[in-house]
């Protein structure tokens, strides 16, 4: 089973649309969780981090859920400029600073 | 705002040549990295380095890998003899404290294999 896995999408939206992306992670014992966004050819960007509480930053909002060992990122009123792949990022517990990162879910916004 | 830096952008090299992949950290930042992606895959990790030794490697970073703090800004990453299999892009990341704290990614060197 891989480390984290993702949907690869796309998911292809219209502008103002709500879209969520779903990902799962093996390990149990995982100390932190991240969204990174990565448009084409360019480094990974922090987005933000995922809380069992939740984790809104306007439009993002990002949610741990430890017992399904899932974190879901949702996007609302969706942007041309959010177009980018979002990368679901784990702090395994083997280690406390290598990032595990899943292959990314592809977002296409749509005018 | 600060950033990594690295250098060159794009590296092509024949196989089973030594190739030297430069990079610098934020200038306050104790912790650095190293990851690659393959073109139409994951980023994976490859080495972290803190006080000026590795901390923790991946099964990806053999003996043909090494990294080194040559100086005060400067954070290589060094393969001794290139397989095509290396082609992939090379971030370099570093953070402030290690840990949860956020790494910040540099633009990254693509490495060409022929």
């Known amino acids: 089973r891989k480390e984290v896995e993702q949907d690869p999408g796309p998911f292809n939206v219209p502008e103002g649309a709500t879209v969520a992306f779903n990902c799962t992670y093996s390990?149990?014992?995982?100390?932190?969780f991240f969204w990174y966004r990565q448009d084409c050819r360019k480094e990974p960007k922090l987005l933000m981090s995922?809380?069992?509480s939740g984790n809104e930053d306007g439009r993002f909002t990002a949610q741990l859920n430890r017992a399904s060992q899932y974190i879901s990122l949702l996007i609302r009123d969706s942007k041309l400029s959010d177009s980018a792949t979002y990368l679901c990022?784990?702090?395994?517990?083997?280690?406390?600073?290598?990032?595990?990162f899943g292959t990314g879910t592809r977002l296409l916004v749509s005018p | 705002e600060p950033e990594v830096t690295q250098t060159p952008s794009h590296q092509v090299t024949q196989m089973g040549q030594e190739v030297i992949l430069r990079c610098v950290p934020i200038?306050?930042?104790?912790?650095f990295y190293w990851y690659r992606q393959i073109l139409g895959q994951k980023v994976e990790f490859l080495v972290s380095?803190?006080?000026?030794?590795?901390?923790?490697k991946s099964e990806i970073f053999d003996d043909q890998f090494s990294v080194e703090r040559p100086d005060g800004s400067n954070f290589t990453l060094k393969i001794r003899s290139t397989k095509l299999e290396d082609s992939a892009m090379y971030f370099c990341?570093?953070?402030?404290?290690?840990?949860?704290?956020?790494?910040?990614f540099g633009p990254g060197t693509r490495l060409t294999v022929l």
């Open positions: 990341a570093s953070s402030d404290r290690g840990g949860r704290d956020e790494q910040f």
């Open positions: 390990n149990s014992a995982s100390q932190s």
């Open positions: 995922a809380y069992s």
């Open positions: 990022v784990v702090i395994p517990n083997t280690g406390f600073q290598k990032l595990v």
């Open positions: 200038s306050n930042h104790l912790y």
């Open positions: 380095f803190y006080n000026n030794e590795i901390s923790e």
